[in-house]
């Protein structure tokens, strides 16, 4: 019963408030409860959370309403390719995405579409000569010029690249595939694979993947921090809040 009047009062209080704190919802209870101790107020979020009423968006800050996540769409050969690396190397750990996923963000430029598959840097040279028998527009790490000249050109192409440690990953219809937030790290990160998204394009991708879904910007900045491009993506984020105060 308690937590079904704080449901009602939070519904009013944070109306139309894109996100608020912990701290803020210290002050929510406050106000009825004036003695009440910061480690009620956080059971109560965790359970406000853990029942859908709010979604944490980052360390510490909330918004009111379920989460969304990103789930991409999976390819038929997608699928496949996952399925036989898993049988022929069982205990690697590997993502695989189609940049077909990505088309929902793009207003005005057209995707190319490729294969991606990241896997342990270890075990590059194996999983790409395992796919290059059966797929010969297969590339392992691609240089720019390669892109341009094979992949974009090619059919079905197939590339392989080093999955970076501690990666944000997911699993989808028993695939693993990357989280929004590895997605949006790595068009900054990997410039060679995505040198033809750039500048403003690149900021329209980013506010429509974070209007459209939950992106939690903890794990988004922790991800960068490992590629090297923490102070970029925080300069991203700036932007897109600056656009829309």
Same mark, same amino acid.
């Given at each position: 019963? =308690?937590?079904?009047?704080?449901?009602?009062?939070?519904?009013?209080?944070?109306?139309?408030?894109?996100?608020?704190?912990?701290?803020?919802?210290?002050?929510?209870?406050?106000?009825?409860?004036?003695?009440?101790?910061?480690?009620?107020?956080?059971?109560?979020?965790?359970?406000?959370? =853990?029942?859908?009423?709010?979604?944490?968006?980052?360390?510490? *800050?909330?918004? +009111?309403?379920?989460?969304?996540?990103?789930?991409?769409?999976?390819?038929?050969?997608?699928?496949?390719?996952?399925? =036989?690396?898993?049988?022929?190397?069982?205990?690697?750990?590997?993502?695989?995405? &189609?940049?077909?996923? +990505?088309?929902?963000?793009?207003? &005005?430029?057209?995707?190319?579409?490729?294969?991606?598959?990241?896997?342990?840097?270890?075990?590059?040279?194996?999983?790409? &000569?395992?796919?290059?028998?059966?797929?010969?527009?297969?590339?392992?790490?691609?240089?720019?010029?390669? *892109?341009?000249?094979?992949?974009?050109?090619?059919?079905?192409?197939?590339?392989?690249?080093?999955?970076?440690?501690?990666?944000?990953?997911?699993?989808?219809?028993?695939?693993?595939?990357?989280?929004?937030?590895?997605?949006?790290?790595?068009?900054?990160?990997?410039?060679?694979?995505?040198?033809?998204?750039?500048?403003?394009? *690149? +900021?329209?991708?980013?506010?429509?993947?974070?209007?459209?879904?939950?992106?939690?910007?903890?794990?988004?900045?922790?991800?960068?921090?490992? =590629?090297?491009?923490?102070?970029?993506?925080?300069?991203?984020?700036?932007?897109?809040?600056?656009?829309?105060?």
């Amino acid at each position: 019963m =308690r937590l079904k009047k704080d449901k009602d009062r939070l519904s009013q209080y944070f109306e139309g408030r894109e996100s608020f704190t912990t701290n803020d919802m210290y002050g929510f209870f406050s106000q009825t409860q004036p003695d009440i101790k910061k480690a009620t107020v956080n059971w109560r979020v965790y359970e406000l959370v =853990r029942q859908g009423f709010l979604k944490r968006i980052g360390r510490g *800050m909330y918004a +009111l309403g379920q989460g969304n996540c990103f789930l991409p769409l999976l390819t038929k050969k997608q699928k496949n390719i996952f399925s =036989r690396i898993k049988k022929q190397f069982p205990l690697i750990t590997f993502c695989c995405w &189609h940049t077909s996923a +990505l088309k929902e963000f793009f207003q &005005h430029f057209a995707v190319y579409d490729f294969l991606l598959i990241e896997t342990e840097r270890e075990t590059i040279d194996a999983v790409f &000569h395992f796919i290059k028998e059966t797929n010969k527009n297969t590339f392992k790490e691609p240089s720019r010029d390669m *892109m341009e000249t094979f992949v974009f050109d090619g059919k079905d192409a197939v590339i392989v690249k080093s999955l970076i440690s501690e990666a944000p990953l997911q699993d989808v219809d028993a695939v693993t595939v990357p989280t929004i937030e590895k997605i949006l790290v790595d068009l900054v990160a990997d410039s060679e694979t995505f040198f033809f998204l750039q500048g403003h394009e *690149m +900021l329209n991708v980013f506010e429509s993947a974070m209007g459209k879904y939950t992106v939690n910007t903890d794990r988004l900045l922790r991800y960068a921090k490992r =590629r090297n491009k923490k102070e970029e993506l925080q300069k991203i984020l700036m932007q897109i809040s600056g656009k829309n105060k």
